[in-house]
């Protein structure tokens, strides 16, 4: 072997050295991040629990909010250690949904507070930051880490209403003279009116919507036709006559198929249902279709409610969609709604929960 390749060989060793130098210290920087992304998690899971529990008292004692979600935290494990938050980690205050932003409230506008907002951190500046394996030579010798957490707590809600059998679920939302069912075999088309004389048009259920949130419907009582000649039917409608709207979706809104005389709703937003396209339409023309515990309809998509029961007698929840500002119940009819006779009185409620909003 001459000079030049035991040179070589030299040389080549030494960068062998020097990458596995480098690789050791990348892998074991890794290990601190690891740890600090998995301190994260579990704060995050900490902050929520905490919240869940001060939130539990909003509308009875904001002291004991603050009290409750403070005690709470000292049972949450970070790190090895119990989660200790501080008086300006928590703020009591008020949560949109529509805009997802929380204000902070103050003095005696906590009382009427919906939300707790929890800041919780480990960190450099409390003491309590990650601690750091190899980074501390790269002079870092913790990580910062923060979570934060916003719950709300939805109270129990109900109200009560009257939905006429000529409620035409197409004319949800729309302006009076808006026209629905044009073209039907009676050439007797819905229009929808005002408030003072509202014609064919469903009328808005006074209640705040919470997204993500279920709605029940039971208390169900009444009966509707569709046909001042035949015969009345209950909520569920008559199950051996199911089909569509004689013109399919109309004014955004979807079409189902369904029973016909059957409760139906319609979540909407803000917005006009016109200005934008219909989504897919449900399929209700079975009972295996009907009978579920849990319905999730997106905005302007018509869905069936019936006796709001499944097959055990057991109320069914209807969840929310995100941006739901409106709520609308209708009869189920395939065209000329002006000519149906009846009314359901239904009351709607919205069970009580704690929900984790941020």
């Known amino acids: 072997m001459n000079k030049l390749q035991s040179y070589r060989r030299g040389v080549a060793l030494v960068y062998v050295f020097f990458v596995m130098a480098i690789?050791?210290?990348?892998?074991?920087?890794?290990?601190?991040?690891?740890?600090?992304?998995l301190v994260k998690t579990q704060l995050r899971a900490a902050a929520?629990?905490?919240?869940?529990?001060?939130?539990?008292s909003l509308l009875q004692?904001?002291?004991?909010?603050?009290?409750?979600?403070?005690e709470f935290a000292l049972k949450q494990i970070v790190d090895g250690s119990p989660l200790t938050l501080l008086d300006s980690d928590i703020q009591v205050g008020n949560w949109d949904s529509s805009t997802r932003t929380f204000t902070v409230v103050t003095g005696v506008g906590r009382l009427d507070a919906n939300a707790v907002r929890v800041m919780a951190q480990r960190s450099a500046a409390r003491g309590t930051g990650v601690p750091t394996m190899w980074a501390r030579f790269t002079r870092k010798a913790s990580f910062d880490v923060h979570a934060e957490?916003?719950?709300?707590?939805?109270?129990?809600?109900?109200?009560?209403?009257?939905v006429q059998a000529t409620a035409n679920p197409f004319l949800s939302g729309m302006p009076a003279g808006t026209m629905a069912s044009p073209n039907n075999p009676h050439n007797s088309p819905d229009f929808a009116g005002t408030s003072a004389m509202p014609r064919q048009s469903p009328e808005l259920i006074r209640m705040p919507l919470v997204a993500n949130t279920s709605l029940q419907f039971d208390g169900i009582d009444g009966v509707m036709r569709h046909d001042p000649n035949l015969a009345f039917h209950q909520p569920d409608g008559q199950l051996n006559s199911i089909g569509y709207n004689t013109n399919r979706a109309e004014h955004g809104i979807s079409d189902i198929r369904g029973p016909i005389n059957a409760l139906v709703g319609v979540f909407l937003d803000d917005n006009a249902p016109n200005l934008t396209r219909a989504p897919s339409s449900l399929d209700f023309s079975t009972a295996a279709s009907r009978d579920f515990n849990e319905l999730r309809p997106a905005l302007k998509q018509?869905?069936?409610?019936?006796?709001?029961?499944?097959?055990?007698?057991l109320k069914q929840n209807f969840v929310v969609p995100t941006g739901a500002t409106r709520l609308y119940l209708a009869s189920w009819d395939f065209f000329e709604w002006n000519n149906n006779a009846g009314y359901r009185n239904v009351r709607i409620s919205r069970p009580g929960r704690l929900v984790t909003v941020k």
């Not at 690789?23 to 992304?37: E, N």
């Not at 018509?302 to 029961?309: E, Y």
Request: with cysteine; proline share 2%.
């Open 23 to 37: 690789l050791i210290v990348v892998s074991s920087m890794g290990v601190d991040y690891g740890r600090a992304h």
């Open 48 to 56: 929520d629990a905490s919240a869940r529990a001060g939130a539990s």
């Open 61 to 70: 004692d904001p002291d004991r909010v603050v009290r409750l979600t403070k």
């Open 149 to 162: 957490c916003v719950v709300m707590k939805v109270d129990h809600l109900a109200v009560n209403q009257n």
């Open 302 to 313: 018509v869905f069936f409610i019936g006796d709001g029961l499944n097959s055990q007698g």
